[in-house]
């Protein structure tokens, strides 16, 4: 059984920088595709960014492009987000999802993620 788990949000001024990590375990291959998401209050779910664990492509969302990077320590089986530069408008419940789709790129992946972990709260403050 796929299991996340997200952990490092929090609280933090305009301009600052956060990492989030996904621990990930239970996968039976090596060739699947981690994504970040995330909720604002009153707003749907968006997608952020997304890595493909094998050959380590990425996807951003033109909103967060330049600002935050993703990446993975395989052994450890984690994925990161770094998150500089931030905004106001980045405040919001940030998950990680995966997918073992990733046959057609990681745009379409982050249409058909399989599996979520729990949420963690980033804040930030003007």
């Known amino acids: 059984e796929v299991q996340l788990q997200a952990s490092g949000g929090g609280l933090v001024q305009a301009g600052g920088s956060l990492r989030l990590s996904c621990a990930a375990s239970?996968?039976?291959?090596?060739?699947?595709?981690i994504g970040w998401f995330r909720q604002a209050p009153g707003k749907e779910r968006e997608g952020v960014s997304c890595?493909?664990?094998?050959?380590?492509?990425?996807y951003y969302a033109d909103s967060v492009r330049g600002r935050f990077t993703i990446s993975s320590h395989n052994a450890k089986n984690t994925v990161y987000l770094q998150m500089n530069s931030l905004k106001p408008e980045d405040t919001a419940v940030y998950y990680c999802?995966?997918?073992?789709?990733?046959?057609?790129?990681?745009?379409?992946?982050?249409?058909?993620?399989?599996?979520w972990g729990n949420g963690t709260l980033v804040t930030v403050s003007s």
């Open positions: 239970g996968f039976t291959s090596d060739d699947y595709a």
């Open positions: 999802a995966a997918t073992d789709s990733v046959d057609y790129g990681l745009a379409f992946a982050m249409l058909t993620m399989q599996y």
């Open positions: 890595i493909n664990s094998g050959d380590g492509t990425t």
